[in-house]
């Protein structure tokens, strides 16, 4: 069995900057990847980013290249996500989840990943 945590979400004012957290714990720890999605009110769920467990290959979506970086701890099974510069739109409750396969394919395709941990809210706003 998996657990994920998510962590680390908050207030912020317009171009500051949070990282979120997301631990795994349990006994099935032998997932291929884990990445961050975000839902809005009233949108669909969007694809952030992901990063491969075995060699630590990144995937980004447009709207956050450039601002956020995945990053991880293999030691304590933590992938981060930094996310500076931020604005308003990033909004969202942010949540991460876990693949059998590695980033390369439909990273961001929510239905790829098999177990999801609960969501942490980012708010951006002044």
């Known amino acids: 069995q998996l657990q994920l945590v998510a962590s680390g979400g908050g207030l912020v004012q317009p171009g500051g900057s949070l990282r979120l957290s997301c631990a795994a714990s349990g006994s099935a720890l032998d997932y291929s990847a884990i990445g961050w999605f975000r839902q809005a009110p009233g949108k669909e769920r969007e694809g952030v980013s992901c990063i491969s467990s075995n060699d630590g290959s990144t995937v980004y979506a447009e709207s956050v290249k450039g601002r956020f970086t995945i990053s991880r701890d293999n030691a304590t099974n933590t992938v981060y996500l930094q996310m500076n510069s931020l604005k308003p739109e990033d909004t969202a409750v942010y949540s991460c989840?876990?693949?059998?396969?590695?980033?390369?394919?439909?990273?961001?395709?929510?239905?790829?990943?098999?177990?999801w941990g609960q969501g942490t809210q980012v708010t951006v706003s002044s």
């Open positions: 989840a876990a693949r059998s396969e590695d980033c390369t394919y439909y990273s961001d395709k929510y239905y790829s990943y098999y177990y």
